[in-house]
Nanobody
């Protein structure tokens, strides 16, 4: 089992920044592909970003490219999502996820409880 705990969400004005953190436990963190997803009210959950085991490769969905950056610190068992130039349409519950095989969009094995991000206009 993998336990994931997100933090760092909150209320921010448009144009502002937030950094989400996700602390993992239960398995060797460096063996996990990690990702961030989000779900806005009335919408399906969508992929935001992913990072491979070493942190050497990342993927971001088009709507956040140039604004969001995923990173990880394997020594701290933590994955981050730096969010800059936030827009009201970024408002959602953000979820951290872990997968045992591979990385990128698609199926994940473990999920955090989510953290709310609200961007005011």
């Amino acid at each position: 089992q993998v336990q994931l705990v997100e933090s760092g969400g909150g209320l921010v004005q448009a144009g502002g920044s937030l950094r989400l953190s996700c602390a993992a436990s239960g398995r060797t963190f460096s063996n996990l592909g990690m990702g961030w997803f989000r779900q806005a009210p009335g919408k399906e959950r969508e992929f935001v970003a992913a990072i491979n085991r070493s942190g050497g490769s990342t993927s971001h969905t088009d709507s956040v490219k140039g604004r969001f950056t995923i990173s990880r610190d394997n020594a701290k068992n933590t994955v981050y999502l730096q969010m800059n130039s936030l827009k009201p349409e970024d408002t959602a519950v953000y979820y951290c996820a872990a997968r045992l095989l591979g990385w990128g969009p698609g199926q994940y094995n473990y999920w955090g409880q989510g953290t709310q991000v609200t961007v005011s206009s």
